[in-house]
């Protein structure tokens, strides 16, 4: 039997994972996010642009905004940011002026996601990509099929 660390950037991912299936319980694109520091979560949330009524309600701008007033700082330097999917071009822009030490996502995402259009992020922070990649994409995947149908 494998044993999942509670530190690991899987067991982090996991708790993205879960935000994103609260937004698709929503109706919402299926993105969720959160923050940690020191191996604990400070912020979590999912995408909620059509329950908020706002464009900028994306999972990572939710996440960042909470992980900012936890920490009353608006730099997040010691904080990793969890993302079931690539961050868009905003989430990069803000995740940016945060100054994240570190990014994970699970899947890419080619249409919109900020490598596009180059690295956006900061200099200092890391980028880790394809943790639980499958799951993740499998989750956009269905919510987009049901759209369709």
Same mark, same amino acid.
């Given at each position: 039997? &494998?044993?999942?660390?509670?530190?690991?950037? &899987?067991?982090?991912?996991?708790?993205?994972?879960?935000?994103?299936?609260?937004?698709?319980?929503?109706?919402?694109?299926?993105?969720?996010?959160?923050?940690?520091?020191?191996?604990?979560?400070?912020?979590?949330?999912?995408?909620?642009?059509?329950?908020?009524?706002?464009? %900028?309600?994306?999972?990572?701008?939710?996440?960042?905004?909470?992980? #900012?007033?936890?920490?009353?700082?608006?730099?997040?330097?010691?904080? %990793?940011?969890?993302?079931?999917?690539?961050?868009?071009?905003?989430?990069?822009?803000? #995740?940016?002026?945060?100054?994240?030490?570190?990014?994970?996502?699970?899947?890419?995402?080619?249409?919109?996601?900020?490598?596009?259009?180059?690295?956006?992020?900061?200099?200092? %922070?890391?980028?880790?990509?394809?943790?639980?990649?499958?799951?993740?994409?499998?989750?956009?995947? #269905?919510?987009?099929?049901?759209?369709?149908?």
């Amino acid at each position: 039997m &494998e044993f999942l660390s509670v530190h690991s950037d &899987e067991h982090f991912m996991r708790e993205a994972y879960r935000q994103a299936q609260y937004a698709l319980e929503e109706d919402e694109i299926p993105i969720g996010a959160v923050v940690v520091c020191n191996n604990r979560i400070i912020a979590k949330a999912y995408n909620q642009t059509e329950k908020l009524n706002d464009v %900028t309600a994306h999972a990572e701008m939710l996440a960042l905004t909470a992980a #900012s007033n936890y920490m009353s700082n608006k730099y997040l330097h010691d904080c %990793t940011l969890y993302v079931t999917v690539e961050p868009c071009v905003m989430c990069a822009g803000a #995740s940016y002026w945060a100054q994240l030490k570190r990014i994970v996502y699970g899947s890419p995402e080619p249409k919109r996601g900020y490598r596009r259009v180059g690295n956006l992020l900061h200099p200092k %922070t890391e980028m880790v990509s394809g943790i639980m990649a499958q799951e993740c994409a499998d989750l956009m995947a #269905s919510f987009f099929a049901n759209k369709r149908n």
